[in-house]
Each structure stands twice: as C-alpha cells, then as structure tokens.
Nanobody
C-alpha cells in the first residue's frame, strides 16, 4: 500500500528555519517525482517539486531562495528545508508523489498524498 508520512512541523518564530521530512513506502520511489504542497485559506497549492533522479527542482516564486527540496532515493525520503520563515508560510504542508514527474514544472494532481503536517510561524 502506497504511503507518505510527513514529519517535522511545528511552531516557530518569523525568521527561523524548519525542516520537513517525508518517508515514502509501497511504490518504486525513484520512478516518482516528489513535491510539497501547502494548504492555507485559499486552497492547497504546489510550492516545490523534485524529479525522480533529484537533478531537477522547481519552486514557486513565494518560496524561491528560502526553501530547498531534496530527496534521498536510498532512504525513500524527501525533505523540505525552510529558511527565513514568514508568518504567511503558516499552513498545513503535504508531501505528494507523481509518477514520471521530472521536476521542471508545477502540478496540481499527484498520485499520492501524505496526511499533512502543521507549520505555524508566529510574528
């Protein structure tokens, strides 16, 4: 059974850093591009993606230069390093997987979702 399990969320202050992790199981991890979405009022939106090999990454403008997505295909994990956090980064963060995603664009409909982890940034 395909499963994505996020960890690392929490309450931090503006300007702090936080690292989210996602552990994948039940599918051939290297065949899937991975992404992070977040959901605040306004809907669930893609913020960062990485191709199956880890070479290509894609970020939306609001996180570019502050967030870094990475993956370890030996451990079946994908991380999101978040620096210089802002109050507007407050959201539930979701890990997602999409087969054959190359990491060069955003997408809205993954094949699998994690359960989400809350990130709250206080001022």
């Amino acid at each position: 059974q395909e499963q994505l399990v996020e960890s690392g969320g929490g309450l931090v202050q503006a300007g702090d850093s936080l690292r989210l992790s996602c552990a994948a199981s039940g599918f051939t991890f290297s065949n899937f591009g991975m992404a992070w979405f977040r959901q605040a009022p306004g809907g669930r939106k893609f913020i960062a993606g990485i191709g199956g090999s880890g070479v290509n990454t894609y970020y939306v403008d609001s996180v570019k230069g502050r967030f870094t997505i990475s993956r370890d295909n030996a451990k079946n994990t994908v991380d999101l390093q978040m620096n210089s956090l802002k109050t507007e980064d407050t959201a539930v963060y979701y890990c997602a997987a999409r087969e054959n995603y190359g990491g060069t664009y955003y997408f809205a409909r993954p094949d699998y979702w994690g359960q989400g982890t809350q990130v709250t940034v206080s001022s």
